[in-house]
């Protein structure tokens, strides 16, 4: 049950960080 618990909040913090490192590259590479 835990376990359960820890997997869906790094899952969710993974996809946070993805959005975010999605956004700060697009702009790295635009400018």
Do not use: A, D, P, T
């Amino acid at each position: 049950m835990l376990w359960r618990e820890f997997s869906i909040s790094y899952m969710r913090i993974k996809k946070r960080l993805w959005s975010w490192f999605r956004e700060c590259f697009g702009v790295w590479l635009q400018g």
